[in-house]
């Protein structure tokens, strides 16, 4: 079945970077604009980062901009996110989504998410 | 960046009211307006895009209404699945914000 499964995590210190992951199946990836979300601890949704279906176009929050670097393998159906600098503020769970090009301007798949704490 | 403000915050009501959620955008984003339900610990799951259009599999008694700065999401009668954090999205423009969400509890 349409999955994503993010994994990567984690506990890490300030200033420490982290790698996410998210693995796609049961679509066919190449066709898939693919973002990042995150969810501070009860707040609400933060969108954090995009990349085009071919990998060419990037774009990111400026909350992110300069510290965080999206790519992916479509070979291997997977989105990464590279953290790097990271900030007590960038506690969240961590959501890879999905959007359809061409016509959905949506999320309409969505991954479980990855929790990543930053603290000393 | 374009501010997406959801009123009210939070909402008690009970099963089979008529319940309505607002979203105003700081400026206008066309119909760029998609809605999503989340409950605890999981993630969310699109209801409405393109402001007005049904998610496949959403059920029927979800609809979304407006254009331009000022969007309305419809539950026309509550059910006990329904009591979940809904939140907007425009992607007329990056960065996509999200509103701040509205926590819909039973009364």
């Known amino acids: 079945q349409v999955q994503l499964v993010e994994s990567g995590g984690g506990v890490v210190q300030p200033g420490r970077s982290l790698r996410l992951s998210c693995a796609a199946s049961?679509?066919?990836?190449?066709?898939?604009?693919m973002h990042w979300v995150r969810q501070a601890p009860g707040k609400g949704l933060e969108w954090v980062a995009l990349i085009s279906h071919d990998g060419n176009n990037k774009y990111y929050a400026d909350s992110v901009k300069g510290r965080f670097t999206i790519s992916r393998d479509n070979s291997e159906n997977t989105v990464y996110l590279q953290m790097n600098s990271l900030r007590a503020e960038d506690t969240a769970v961590y959501f890879c989504a999905r959007e359809p090009t061409g016509g959905l301007d949506a999320f309409d798949i969505w991954g479980q998410g990855t929790m990543v704490t930053v603290s000393s | 960046d374009i501010q997406m403000t959801q009123s009210p915050s939070s909402l008690s009501a009970s099963v089979g009211d008529r319940v309505t959620i607002t979203c105003r955008a700081s400026q206008s984003i066309s119909s760029y307006l998609n809605w999503y339900q989340q409950k605890p610990g999981k993630a969310p799951k699109l209801l409405i895009y393109a402001a007005s259009s049904l998610q496949s599999g959403v059920p029927s008694r979800f609809s979304g209404s407006g254009s331009e700065t000022d969007f309305t999401l419809t539950i026309s009668s509550l059910q006990p699945e329904d009591f979940a954090t809904y939140s907007c999205?425009?992607?007329?423009?990056?960065?996509?914000?999200f509103g701040q969400g509205t926590k819909l509890e039973i009364k």
């Open positions: 999205q425009q992607t007329y423009s990056t960065p996509y914000t």
């Open positions: 049961g679509f066919t990836f190449s066709r898939y604009t």
